[in-house]
């Protein structure tokens, strides 16, 4: 059974920063993929931020610049640095973990709201 632990969402004013981790725990396997998507009411859910097995980062174009997303220090984690946050950012954030040969996993999401 894989499990995803997020943390790190919360309530911050604009232009704040907050830090988001994600541990995947379980017979994970093989990792292909670590990312974040976030849906925020009334809007589609979106693909914030992934990192692949070989290193390789993607983000939206909507936080380049403003996101870094990284490994985290514990085994089969990571993490996502958010700058420079607009209220437009406030989203409820899921973080997913693709394997080998397996079903995409998701966490059960942490709430970032931002005040402008």
């Known amino acids: 059974q894989v499990q995803l632990v997020e943390s790190g969402g919360g309530l911050v004013q604009a232009g704040g920063s907050l830090r988001l981790s994600c541990a995947a725990s379980?017979?994970?396997?093989?990792?292909?993929?670590m990312g974040w998507y976030r849906h925020a009411p009334g809007k589609e859910r979106e693909l914030v931020a992934a990192?692949?097995?070989?290193?390789?980062?993607n983000y939206a174009d909507s936080v380049k610049g403003r996101f870094t997303i990284s490994r985290g220090n514990a085994k089969n984690s990571v993490c996502l640095q958010m700058s420079s946050l607009k209220p437009e950012d406030t989203a409820l954030y899921f973080c997913?973990?693709?394997?080998?040969?397996?079903?995409?996993?998701w966490g059960q999401g942490t709430q970032v709201t931002v005040s402008s």
């Open positions: 997913y973990v693709d394997v080998l040969f397996g079903p995409r996993r």
């Open positions: 379980g017979s994970i396997g093989i990792i292909n993929a």
């Open positions: 990192i692949l097995s070989g290193g390789t980062t």
